[in-house]
């Protein structure tokens, strides 16, 4: 347990607000109430927003044969649910920048974040636990803490970035060495200031407590094997460790990879919706077997 994790976001004045079109489609898409025109027309507010979900519509990550070109069409097509994940994912990625002299890596950030919404959503599809859609919104937003810690506290969050690429400590361990945080406690706290949905907020939680299942905890399962499966590729977040074999899967990890349709495709799939959603990112990681 680190310490007061609301205290950490009371510290800070500049904290950016979740993007506002992205918190109204956040409520609507939860209200049954609320129709394709109703949803494209909030949308068409933020011409950013829009061009995103257009692109990422239109990308290999959805693979359509006809082509999208308005936003109702997009609402219609994917769903308000899908469109939900879309404006959260496309919104975070610009809403955290990236500080001098840091070596901790947004792109690899994002990378993570979006390979475990990517598998979280596979293994949701799979286990028919939850619904897809929600495990992707949950994985994008699993490491959001980190971002915070990050942004209060610098020199001790770059202090614990060395040491985990040292390979003395994870990174969540180092990060509660250097600066009494734990980010998972961060990012439900952040959660609740920014008023996602309950079972949002536990999956952000619980997603380093690898003994959770997807049969028995839901989306908190979901959003913990898919973590833990993309950390075992070492797809982490945010840093960068070279080298090393790959451990083999163990037999309930090995079940996880393959209902996600296996590592690659995992990390296929998050490479379309971050060059859709943001560009191409400068730095990815260089293989995952």
């Not at 109702?72 to 899908?82: H, I, N, S, T, W």
């Not at 990236?98 to 994002?110: A, I, Y």
């Not at 690429?165 to 920014?194: C, F």
């Not at 309930?252 to 919706?273: H, K, M, P, Q, T």
Request: charged share 20%; aromatic share 8%.
């Amino acid at each position: 347990m680190g310490k007061d994790a609301a205290a950490l976001l009371s510290r800070i004045d500049d904290l950016p607000p979740l993007p506002a079109v992205a918190a109204r489609v956040m409520g609507m898409a939860e209200d049954d109430r609320t129709s394709a025109m109703d949803l494209a027309q909030v949308l068409a507010t933020d011409q950013a927003l829009t061009a995103k979900l257009i692109r990422i519509s239109n990308s290999a990550f959805y693979g359509f044969a006809r082509r999208v070109s308005t936003v109702r069409e997009a609402v219609v097509l994917l769903g308000f649910k899908q469109v939900r994940q879309v404006a959260i994912g496309a919104s975070l990625m610009t809403t955290f920048r990236k500080l001098p002299n840091e070596s901790f890596d947004l792109d690899l950030f994002w990378g993570h974040s979006v390979a475990v919404a990517v598998a979280g959503e596979a293994l949701a599809k799979k286990s028919f636990t939850v619904k897809p859609e929600d495990a992707f919104t949950a994985g994008i937003l699993h490491d959001i803490g980190r971002l915070v810690i990050r942004q209060v506290m610098p020199a001790e969050f770059e202090e614990a970035v060395q040491m985990a690429r040292r390979g003395e400590a994870p990174l969540h361990i180092a990060e509660l060495m250097t600066t009494g945080y734990a980010h998972d406690e961060v990012g439900r706290a952040l959660g609740e200031l920014w008023k996602f949905p309950g079972h949002l907020v536990e999956a952000v939680q619980c997603h380093h407590d690898e003994t959770l299942t997807p049969e028995q905890d839901g989306l908190a399962g979901v959003v913990a094997q898919a973590n833990r499966l993309v950390l075992h590729y070492g797809l982490f977040c945010g840093y960068d460790v070279e080298g090393g074999e790959v451990a083999p899967l163990p037999p309930d990890l090995a079940a996880v990879e393959a209902a996600c349709g296996g590592i690659e495709r995992v990390l296929n799939r998050a490479f379309s919706f971050i060059e859709a959603a943001s560009g191409t990112p400068d730095n990815w990681y260089a293989r995952a077997s």
